[in-house]
């Protein structure tokens, strides 16, 4: 092996060619920063990553608050759900109907027999008794009633009376013999005392 003399290396008095050689040695760099951008940019270790501070706490609060409104009743104002909605507009179209005791159609209806037809209509098969159904369903608070749901009240010890919510404090109803199927409003003195409870079926 010949052996270069010690000192630098030929070509240069400078160096270069040693430098020179190394760099052919390397081979040719992935990305070359011009030469009028040299000194404009950051080094690599005074670069720091812009995260927000309060992007995650953000977030999961947006989505609790989500979920919350999804939920029937929240914040004051029940979820319109359409199918519930069409139930209580198939009620309206009823009011008029003379009462009947133990009647399921148009020809006539008692109280439980509305609420089973109009739900019957919509493919949903009720209980056929005002108690039955006040055990059905699901439990509601009153201040979380929505159109469609069904409100019971009682004179005696048990249910025996039921009406469909149709929104705005209001019911559907058939009252009794020699009355019609009507509105009611459920602040009124009656409804408010003999309230007892509500179900969703929907």
Request: net charge positive.
């Amino acid at each position: 092996m010949h052996l270069l003399p010690q000192g630098r290396l030929p070509g240069s008095e400078s160096g270069t060619g040693f430098r020179k050689a190394l760099r052919q040695l390397q081979g040719p760099p992935a990305f070359e920063v011009p030469l009028r951008l040299r000194g404009r940019l950051p080094r690599v270790n005074q670069l720091k990553t812009s995260r927000p501070r309060h992007a995650l706490p953000a977030i999961l609060l947006a989505i609790a608050a989500a979920a919350l409104l999804a939920l029937p009743g929240c914040g004051g104002h029940a979820r319109v759900r359409p199918l519930a909605k069409a139930v209580a507009g198939t009620a309206e179209k009823y009011l008029g109907t003379p009462y009947k005791s133990g009647g399921r159609s148009p020809k006539g209806f008692d109280c439980s027999g509305l609420v089973w037809y109009v739900y019957r209509q919509h493919g949903i098969e009720l209980p056929d008794t005002s108690y039955k159904q006040s055990q059905a369903g699901r439990r509601v608070d009153r201040d979380e009633l929505a159109p469609g749901d069904l409100v019971f009240f009682r004179s005696g010890r048990r249910v025996d009376h039921v009406g469909l919510y149709v929104g705005d404090g209001f019911m559907i109803h058939a009252p009794g013999k020699g009355k019609k199927v009507r509105r009611a409003n459920l602040d009124g003195k009656y409804y408010r005392q003999h309230y007892v409870t509500a179900r969703r079926f929907i």
